[in-house]
């Protein structure tokens, strides 16, 4: 019997040396004279023991972690005589970290080999896909509404609206357009589900295109993800050989084709008009909305466009019916969240959970605190245009009304850990700078606000008239905030005001005189 | 046929001609909207977008020049002229700020001795920022030609660093 060796070909875990490992393996195997199998998963999401590498073995997979190249040796002496091993965690699924998570969309990441059709349809793979074709638009359209999904882009729009307007729509043609920009620092799911587990996705935008009607999709990925974009051609083309794309899907009188376009390093690109602009060829300039991109979106025809983690929810409620997908959450927060802890973390990684956890649980219990064993101060969630949380703040649950009603956002749901050597003067001043740089240039409160911004902070930091100062950034975050046409210009005020208000004390010390004068 | 996008870890590029250059455009002009996905495409050959292929570009679209050089310009990712032999780019967005990237960047550029953006005067190596790589969970982050790097620290950066240069 060849031994079944996993090793992840994850982004994240070929960055910690995976293909290092791959090759150790290989060149152990071929001395001990014992013949191996290495299957390249997607990576299970706990990423401080990347590399973890598995081993099939009649109880389950084993898991061991993280490896480096040095400890392959020993590590395929323990996997050949299932003996004991310093690295070894034991059955892979019955790691708490794991175990405690609800996997719905990950179930399949890091399990089976993302390159693989068939491995994708005996892990339960397109019986979503089979049921909707059997189900017709109007049932279909019931479902999506009913399992509550709200877009995982960061707005939470209402996911099962959004494709009835597309359905309703007449027109010759009709577009998907999957939204794999993710440039929000901190998250990394949509890369992970896409390297993972592709098929996911392109069931899930074959599932949309059979619902409103649409004949051709484009997955628009960030020029930072080689390796998704890699894996994404790949999937579709295998998908494309099994009869799941091009024309006649699975049997049916459906045909849709899939395309991936490649962005060129444009944060504002995520935002969906401008994506769009992207995909047309211009530049990535903000539309106006009305109207929407339902109406007239991809070359001004109805366009169906979500987030990678939206579509990739779409199988498992189509299968499982809306009410298993609902029946997770709280409030209008249905379902789960993939929520990625990163930063200054100890145990950094992705966690799929319903929604309603609190944010210190997440931070202080499932990210085990901080690796440079600091205290942790400050948590920014949901990108760049998110707000920075104190600890004052950890009893916030993760759902989209409650992180709104403490002016924060959970966006697309990445946490990023600060110990307390942070400065928020400069983490402030950066969210205005990365808003500056980004800026597509179309208003003026973000184009020259960002700017202004900068400069203010600046004078802050080297403390010009600091309070006059800082009364005026204020001032320029409510102009942004009002006057900005997206939620670039809109939502950079997020990180500083926050910043400004919870952590004050960085911002207006004490002015020297006035302690002099106690 | 879509662009492939392979990360290359030994970039070799071919020099600029004017046949090549129509050959590539010619290529991918069929598609809808293929401005970006042609200038992808001279990049990936060329190393850059040489100026002489932007009329061409706006003729094989039927756009104007102008059009086509606001697009190119738009972008971070284009480039005016080739980089240096090996390209070095450190992640300087939040989660690798909070690992302490900061302190890394700074480093790096005191090692080669040119600013962020820059490249050295030898040729041998840009040094660029980046804003994300996926990698946040392990941060600090970096990418040498397409290599991924991640839970960067003095050592390994001073190993990037040196093989960069060499
Ligand atoms: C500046 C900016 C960047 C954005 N980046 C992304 C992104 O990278 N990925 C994404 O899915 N949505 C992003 N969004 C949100 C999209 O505009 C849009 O709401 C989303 O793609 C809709 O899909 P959903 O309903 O499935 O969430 C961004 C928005 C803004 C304003
Ligand atoms: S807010 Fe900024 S990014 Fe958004 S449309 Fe206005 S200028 Fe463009
Ligand atoms: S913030 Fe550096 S890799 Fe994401």
Redesign the pocket.
């Known amino acids: 019997m060849k031994m079944r060796i996993f090793v992840p070909r994850d982004a994240t875990a070929v960055a910690v040396g995976a293909d290092e490992i791959v090759t150790a393996f290989e060149r152990v195997a071929e001395t001990r004279g014992l013949p191996i199998e290495i299957v390249r998963t997607g990576s299970r999401g706990l990423h401080w023991l990347e590399p973890m590498v598995e081993v099939a073995t009649l109880k389950g997979r084993v898991a061991y972690g993280p490896v480096s190249a040095e400890d392959v040796a020993s590590v395929f002496e323990s996997m050949a005589s299932n003996g004991p091993h310093a690295l070894r965690l034991g059955i892979a699924d019955e790691i708490p970290w794991l175990k405690r998570q609800t996997r719905l969309t990950f179930a399949r990441c890091g399990v089976i080999d993302p390159r693989s059709l068939e491995d994708y349809r005996a892990h339960g793979g397109y019986k979503g896909l089979e049921r909707a074709l059997s189900l017709g638009s109007d049932t279909i359209l019931a479902e999506v509404t009913a399992s509550g999904l709200?877009?995982?882009?960061?707005?939470?729009?209402p996911?099962g609206i959004?494709w009835k307007t597309v359905a309703q729509a007449k027109a010759d043609r009709k577009f998907i357009v999957c939204?794999?920009?993710?440039?929000?620092s901190g998250t990394f799911a949509?890369r992970m589900i896409m390297e993972g587990d592709p098929f996911l996705v392109i069931e899930g935008m074959t599932t949309a295109a059979i619902t409103v009607g649409a004949t051709k999709g484009y997955i628009y990925i960030?020029s930072e993800y080689p390796h998704a974009v890699e894996a994404m051609n790949a999937a579709i083309k295998a998908a494309k050989r099994g009869g799941y794309l091009g024309d006649k899907i699975g049997g049916s009188t459906f045909g849709f084709d899939l395309e991936v376009r490649v962005g060129a390093g444009a944060?504002?690109c995520?935002?969906?008009?401008?994506?769009l602009e992207s995909l047309e060829g211009r530049r990535g300039i903000v539309r106006a909305k009305p109207p929407l991109p339902a109406h007239h979106g991809l070359f001004g025809k109805p366009t169906v466009?979500?987030?990678?983690?939206?579509?990739a929810a779409i199988p498992f409620i189509l299968a499982e019916g809306a009410k298993a997908y609902a029946d997770f959450g709280m409030g209008r927060s249905r379902g789960t969240m993939p929520i990625q802890l990163a930063g200054n973390i100890r145990q950094g990684g992705l966690f799929e959970t319903a929604f309603g956890v609190t944010l210190g649980q997440l931070v202080d219990d499932i990210g085990g605190g901080t690796f440079t064993g600091r205290p942790v101060r400050a948590v920014q969630v949901g990108g760049p245009?998110g707000a920075y949380f104190p600890r004052t703040l950890f009893d916030t649950p993760f759902d989209y009304e409650a992180f709104a009603a403490r002016d924060g956002l959970i966006g697309?749901g990445g946490i990023v850990v600060f110990d307390d050597s942070v400065d928020m003067r400069k983490q402030a001043r950066f969210a205005m700078e990365f808003c500056a740089v980004?800026s597509c240039g179309k208003c003026t409160p973000c184009r020259i606000g960002s700017t202004r911004g900068v400069e203010t902070i600046e004078k802050i930091i080297n403390g010009e008239r600091v309070i006059e100062n800082l009364a005026l950034v204020e001032d320029l975050c409510n102009t942004m905030k009002f006057g900005s046409l997206?939620?670039?210009g809109g939502?950079t005020p997020y990180p500083v005001l926050s910043a400004l208000k919870h952590f004050r004390e960085d911002f207006a010390p004490i002015p020297t005189t006035l302690q002099a004068a106690e | 046929m879509t662009a492939v996008y392979e990360p290359s870890c030994e970039p070799s590029y071919e020099p600029w001609d004017e046949t090549r250059g129509a050959e590539i455009i010619a290529e991918h002009a069929g598609q809808e909207g293929a401005t970006l996905v042609i200038l992808h495409a001279l990049q990936e050959a060329f190393g850059y977008v040489p100026e002489a292929a932007i009329p061409m570009v706006a003729q094989a679209l039927n756009l104007s020049r102008a059009e086509v050089y606001g697009v190119f310009t738009f972008y971070h990712d284009f480039r005016h002229k080739p980089a240096g032999r090996h390209v070095l780019k450190l992640c300087r967005a939040e989660a690798c700020q909070a690992a302490g990237g900061d302190a890394l960047a700074a480093r790096a550029e005191a090692m080669l001795g040119v600013s962020l953006g820059n490249t050295t005067a030898d040729d041998r190596v840009t040094l660029e920022p980046i804003y994300c790589l996926g990698l946040c969970s392990t941060a600090p982050s970096a990418m040498l030609d397409g290599r991924l790097v991640g839970r960067l620290d003095e050592k390994r950066l001073d190993a990037l660093v040196a093989e960069a240069q060499r």
Not at chain 1, 150 to 157: I, L, S
Not at chain 1, 270 to 275: C, D, M
């Open positions: 709200r877009g995982r882009g960061g707005a939470g729009f996911t959004k939204n794999a920009d993710e440039g929000d949509d960030r944060y504002v995520g935002e969906e008009t401008s994506l466009i979500n987030n990678v983690l939206s579509f245009l697309h980004e997206c939620a670039l939502f």
